[in-house]
Every structure is written in structure tokens, then in C-alpha cells.
């Protein structure tokens, strides 16, 4: 779903516990967390910060769940 929307560039899966080393490979232009996230608790903020990239928490939308999303598929 994420990979459909015009906006999105790539979608990446990864299996460690943090994308932190994800995060200093690709070095993304724009991390985006949920507003559930304050901007110091994003993993890799400092990585995307150093090299001038952005980091956004943008406000959550409704009832919406990621989570509950995967577990219905």
C-alpha cells in the first residue's frame, strides 16, 4: 500500500529490531514517524540531522493501525 502512493520513492523491509543501520545506509531526505513519536525518540533522527535530511512527526489520523491493518491481510 505504502509502495502505491506517489510520494513514496521506496519501500524497504528490514529485520533487525531498530532501523537504525537502515536508516545510515539509505540516508533518507525525510523520516517520518507518528505524532505518538516526539522528534527525540525517532531512531536515526541524529544520522538524518547530520547530513541535513528532515525528520517529521506527522499528527495521527483517525482510528487508523498499521498493526491491525498486517493482522487483517
Not at 529490531?17 to 545510515?24: K, V
Not at 544520522?47 to 528532515?54: M, R
Amino acid at each position: 500500500m505504502l509502495a502505491a502512493l506517489e510520494c513514496v520513492d521506496y519501500v524497504v523491509l528490514f529485520d533487525q529490531l531498530t532501523p537504525a543501520e537502515l536508516i545510515s545506509t539509505i540516508r533518507p531526505d525525510v523520516l517520518i514517524k507518528g505524532s505518538d513519536y516526539q522528534p527525540q525518540q525517532v531512531v536515526g533522527r541524529e544520522v538524518v540531522e547530520s547530513y541535513g535530511g528532515l525528520v517529521v512527526c506527522l499528527p495521527i489520523k483517525g482510528n487508523y493501525s498499521t498493526t491491525r491493518l498486517l493482522a487483517q491481510a
